[in-house]
């Protein structure tokens, strides 16, 4: 008789399995030196003291790492009740600093002849006036003129002032950063002071005779406010313009005893020999020229230069002017009618730009 079980209908035989050999302790058991070994006091309180040290190490870790957050956080956004200033406004009040030194610098070398040394006008008008600081020369404006020239103020097409950025039409001498810079200079707060920084090196100006740092202050004045009725932008100042510059449509007759300023006939009446002075390039190419002693003579100023302003003023050895022509930006040529020299030689030099200079020798 078989000792297979009978199966039911429909039952499966079962899959016959090879017998199964029971593993070797060996193979997952230590050797039994190992198991009579076990934890001596010390060496189980070592490992007791090894986990708490572990645990301390890993809080004063989350310690430090919160600590350091708190404290990271309060530099970029400042301490509470304003203990410290936030990075980014630090930053930035930096960056403004910077730029408006370096704008004193950009409107020394270029605007303060024309403006004045303190925004006070001559040649071109006033800038540092409350009333148009106040609202009228606002950053756009700036921005615009720089880019388009003195066209733009008065609508005025034959303005002396010229294009300054090289991104006008024609380019100018100055790129987008010198126009930011001169800009954060005229717009900076009265309530501030800045150093005078050599333009080259960077490095702070010091009074010879004091020792001191030179310092300078900025123009606006934060708490002023146009007087009751007036408005925030000012009329035009074309007579003002005119005025500073010197014409004599502007100013009338010349004062008594100041060297002839017109370049027309009528300002003296009399003709002469013709000396030729060209201006090209921000420089005289006629550096060199000669006129007769003691007897008036007419200069035949060309300026070549598309929008710029030029004129030729005389001085003698001491530096007394002489003789000082009109301004008028090119392209355009004027005559001028020069009083006589005695023999002798005379720097002679443009009013707009005193970097164009040559030498003029009477004989």
Known sequence: MSDTPELEPGQNLPAPRPPVEPAPVERFTASPSVLATELSPERAARIVRQSSNARWVGFLTIIVVILFTALYWFYEVGGPLGVTEPRLEAEL?????????????????????????????????????????????????LRTVLATGGRYVCGNPNSLMPIWSNEGHPPGPLNYIQIEDLIAFIRAPSTETYTIRDPALGEPKVDPITGEVRTFKGWVDPAYKPAPGSTPYPACWTTEFAAASGSPAASGAAPSGSPAASGSPAASGETGSVVKITASGIAFTTPQVTAPADTPFVIDFDNEDASTPHNVEIKDSTGAVKFKGDIFPGVATKQYQVPALAAGTYPFQCTVHPNMTGTLTAQ
């Open 93 to 141: 009040t930096a960056q403004q600093v910077t730029a408006v030194e370096r704008g004193y610098n950009v409107f020394e070398a270029n605007c303060a002849r024309c403006h004045g040394v303190n925004g006070e006008g001559g040649i071109g008008p006033a800038l540092n006036r409350q009333d148009k600081l106040f609202a009228h020369l606002n950053e756009n404006y």
